[in-house]
């Protein structure tokens, strides 16, 4: 398996709402993380995990809240949004994050977010 | 830190032509260079990476790159244009997490 595997692909959500944005892997990547994307941009990193373990936060609003339950998972939930953070989410895991060689990121279809 | 300049946000080739998209690096270190494509509403998908090994590198769908340190360059080429190489492309460096270039648009036209 060389997936990584992002649902929902599209999801729609009011500003009071609470959602999550779900990835998975089962290549035995140690590192993955969440970028974000608006149209014709490049993508910005928003959050790293490393074995588990939040290594990077990009300075992003806390209405956006990381979890890696195990090696496999890697959520983002969704509360208070704004308009302006309706964009793609991209999930990406790596065999590592930090040590010596390149670091080859797969990337998910990611989940487009509509934020009403 | 590293970084990447794409040089041309959009470039139009016809089908059949020579394709060039430019990537210059900026780094403090032997960086790890990266192009990836994104086809409209997918992911990112790995086209070719450069690790040092050659400076030539082969990737994907007839791509491929040359490292020169010289010019601080990696740029992008493919012989002969495809319809299906319309795309959004994208160079990147690393160690770490990925950083990108603001991405190039390659139409192909017949």
């Known amino acids: 398996d060389t997936e990584v595997t992002q649902t929902p692909k599209h999801l729609v959500m009011g500003m009071t709402n609470k959602k999550s944005l779900k990835c998975e892997q089962h290549?035995?990547?140690?590192?993955m993380y969440w970028y974000k994307q608006k149209a014709k941009k490049p993508p910005e990193l928003m959050f790293v995990y490393s074995y588990e373990k939040l290594s990077i936060n990009e300075s992003v609003p806390s209405r956006f809240s990381p979890e890696c339950p195990n090696s496999s998972l890697l959520n983002l939930h969704l509360h208070a949004l704004q308009p302006e953070d309706s964009a793609l989410y991209l999930c990406?895991?790596?065999?590592?994050?930090?040590?010596?060689?390149?670091?080859?990121?797969?990337f998910g279809a990611g989940s487009r977010l509509t934020v009403l | 830190a590293q970084s990447v300049t794409q040089l041309g946000s959009h470039v139009s080739v016809s089908e059949g032509a020579l394709v060039l998209l430019r990537c210059n690096y900026s780094?403090?270190?032997?960086?790890?260079l990266f192009w990836y494509v994104q086809y409209p509403n997918q992911g990112l998908q790995l086209l070719l990476k450069y690790t040092s090994a050659a400076t030539l590198v082969k990737g994907i769908n007839g791509f491929e790159a040359e490292f020169k340190k010289s010019e601080t360059s990696f740029h992008l080429t493919k012989p002969s244009a495809h319809m299906s190489d319309a795309a959004e492309y994208f160079c990147a460096v690393t160690p770490g997490a990925l950083n990108f270039g603001k991405g190039t648009s390659l139409l192909v036209t017949p």
């Open positions: 990406a895991s790596s065999h590592r994050f930090e040590g010596p060689g390149a670091n080859v990121l797969t």
């Open positions: 290549m035995g990547h140690r590192a």
């Open positions: 780094s403090s270190v032997p960086p790890y």
